[in-house]
C-alpha cells in the first residue's frame, strides 16, 4: 500500500464524524472531497504535479470562492469538481455529499424525491444528482469474470401481464427481462437482456462466468446443455415441483434468488416505477450495494464517492437544439 493510499484510509467513525458537517457547509463538504481524493497529498489534475497551492481571495484572504488550486508547473486552475461526475455542476457540492451518503448506506435506495426535500433543491435537479452517482457506481469494464460456484436466473422488472386474468410471472408479459449472476460469497452482475431464449441466457454466462467455474440454475430449459462448457458442470433445481434447495447438498439458486427480493422490494417500495430506459443504472445501484454489502457504511461512501473520478455522464444534444 502507497502512502497516498494509505492516507486515503479513513475509518467507519471518521467519515461519520465528517459525513454531517460536510452535508450543511460548503467549505467543509469540498475540503471532505478534497480528503477522499487527493488525501494528503494534493496535485494537479493536468499535470500530476505535487507543486500545487489553494488559491485565496485577494482581500479577504481567505480561500477563494470558487475553491480553486493553481499549478506552479503548467500554471492551471482546477478544482475537486474537475473530471468527475460533478463537474459543471451547479449544485453545491454538500447535496453531492448528502447524495452519495444516502445512496450509498441505504439497502434498498433512495428516492430523488426524498433527495429534493431534504436538501432543499428541485426535482429536476435532485434526478440530474442522482443519475450520476448511480453512473459513479457503474461497474468497471475491466472487473474480473465471476468465479467459483455461480447461481445464474432471470428476473422481470415492471409492465403488466399481456392478457387479463394471466400469470404475473416474468415469462409472457411485458415486464422487462434481467439476468442475474451471482458467486457465492463473492460479486453480482445484473444485465438487461431482449429475451430468455437459450441463446441470449447461455451468451450471458459466458460473457460473465469464467470456464472453471460451477453453474447453478432452475430447471428453466433455456440453461440446458450449458454444463459441458464448464469445468464445475451444470447443477439445478426443480422450483415447479417446490424443491428449492437439493437434499443434502448445496445445489440451491437462494443467493440469486434474495438479490432479487432486494431490488424489487427497492423499486416496489423506493421507487413506485422504474422505465426499461433507466433501469440499467438503478441495477448499477443494487449491484454496487450488494457487492460491498460486507462493509460498513463509511466504507461503502467513500468508495462510492472515490468512484465518481474520472467519469462524466454526457447527454447528446438533438439537431433541433
Given at each position: 500500500?502507497?502512502?497516498?493510499?494509505?492516507?486515503?484510509?479513513?475509518?467507519?467513525?471518521?467519515?461519520?464524524?465528517?459525513?454531517?458537517?460536510?452535508?450543511?457547509?460548503?467549505?467543509?463538504?469540498?475540503?471532505?472531497?478534497?480528503?477522499?481524493?487527493?488525501?494528503?497529498?494534493?496535485?494537479?489534475?493536468?499535470?500530476?504535479?505535487?507543486?500545487?497551492?489553494?488559491m485565496a481571495d485577494a482581500k479577504m484572504g481567505e480561500r477563494n470562492r470558487r475553491y480553486l488550486w493553481r499549478?506552479?508547473?503548467?500554471?492551471?486552475?482546477?478544482?475537486?469538481?474537475?473530471g468527475t461526475v460533478y463537474e459543471e455542476s451547479r449544485i453545491e457540492l454538500r447535496h453531492w455529499v448528502y447524495?452519495?451518503?444516502?445512496?450509498?448506506?441505504?439497502?434498498?435506495?433512495?428516492?430523488?424525491?426524498?433527495?429534493?426535500?431534504?436538501?432543499?433543491?428541485?426535482?429536476?435537479?435532485?434526478?440530474?444528482?442522482?443519475?450520476?452517482?448511480?453512473?459513479?457506481?457503474?461497474?468497471?469494464?475491466?472487473?474480473?469474470?465471476?468465479?467459483?460456484?455461480?447461481?445464474?436466473?432471470?428476473?422481470?422488472?415492471?409492465?403488466?401481464?399481456?392478457?387479463?386474468?394471466?400469470?404475473?410471472?416474468?415469462?409472457?408479459?411485458?415486464?422487462?427481462?434481467?439476468?442475474?449472476?451471482?458467486?457465492?460469497?463473492?460479486?453480482?452482475?445484473?444485465?438487461?437482456?431482449?429475451?430468455?431464449?437459450?441463446?441470449?441466457?447461455?451468451?450471458?454466462?459466458?460473457?460473465?462466468?469464467?470456464?472453471?467455474?460451477?453453474?447453478?440454475?432452475?430447471?428453466?430449459?433455456?440453461?440446458?446443455?450449458?454444463?459441458?462448457?464448464?469445468?464445475?458442470?451444470?447443477?439445478?433445481?426443480?422450483?415447479?415441483?417446490?424443491?428449492?434447495?437439493?437434499?443434502?447438498?448445496?445445489?440451491?439458486?437462494?443467493?440469486?434468488?434474495?438479490?432479487?427480493?432486494?431490488?424489487?422490494?427497492?423499486?416496489?417500495?423506493?421507487?413506485?416505477?422504474?422505465?426499461?430506459?433507466?433501469?440499467?443504472?438503478?441495477?448499477?445501484?443494487?449491484?454496487?450495494?450488494?457487492?460491498?454489502?460486507?462493509?460498513?457504511?463509511?466504507?461503502?461512501?467513500?468508495?462510492?464517492?472515490?468512484?465518481?473520478?474520472?467519469?462524466?455522464?454526457?447527454?447528446?444534444?438533438?439537431?433541433?437544439?
Open positions: 500500500m502507497t502512502n497516498r493510499e494509505r492516507n486515503h484510509q479513513l475509518t467507519n467513525s471518521e467519515v461519520i464524524a465528517d459525513i454531517p458537517l460536510a452535508c450543511s457547509d460548503e467549505l467543509a463538504a469540498v475540503e471532505f472531497l478534497e480528503k477522499q481524493r487527493w488525501g494528503n497529498d494534493p496535485c494537479c489534475i493536468k499535470c500530476g504535479s505535487v507543486e500545487v497551492y489553494k499549478c506552479r508547473d503548467c500554471k492551471e486552475q482546477y478544482t475537486v469538481r474537475i447524495a452519495f451518503w444516502r445512496a450509498c448506506t441505504s439497502k434498498k435506495g433512495v428516492s430523488a424525491l426524498e433527495i429534493k426535500r431534504h436538501c432543499q433543491i428541485s426535482y429536476k435537479s435532485a434526478l440530474f444528482l442522482m443519475n450520476r452517482i448511480r453512473f459513479a457506481m457503474a461497474p468497471d469494464e475491466e472487473a474480473s469474470k465471476l468465479s467459483g460456484t455461480v447461481e445464474c436466473d432471470e428476473m422481470y422488472i415492471g409492465g403488466k401481464p399481456r392478457y387479463r386474468g394471466f400469470s404475473k410471472r416474468g415469462r409472457g408479459t411485458s415486464k422487462t427481462p434481467v439476468f442475474v449472476a451471482v458467486q457465492r460469497q463473492g460479486g453480482i452482475v445484473r444485465r438487461i437482456i431482449p429475451d430468455v431464449t437459450a441463446e441470449t441466457l447461455q451468451g450471458a454466462i459466458r460473457e460473465e462466468v469464467t470456464r472453471q467455474s460451477r453453474i447453478i440454475t432452475d430447471e428453466h430449459l433455456g440453461y440446458r446443455g450449458i454444463g459441458s462448457e464448464f469445468d464445475g458442470g451444470h447443477e439445478t433445481v426443480c422450483h415447479g415441483t417446490k424443491e428449492y434447495v437439493r437434499l443434502g447438498t448445496d445445489i440451491h439458486t437462494n443467493t440469486a434468488e434474495s438479490s432479487h427480493a432486494l431490488v424489487k422490494r427497492g423499486i416496489v417500495g423506493i421507487y413506485h416505477n422504474v422505465s426499461r430506459e433507466y433501469l440499467h443504472r438503478y441495477l448499477w445501484q443494487y449491484d454496487f450495494l450488494w457487492n460491498n454489502r460486507k462493509r460498513n457504511d463509511g466504507e461503502r461512501t467513500i468508495i462510492g464517492i472515490k468512484a465518481a473520478e474520472g467519469k462524466r455522464l454526457m447527454y447528446k444534444r438533438s439537431l433541433a437544439n
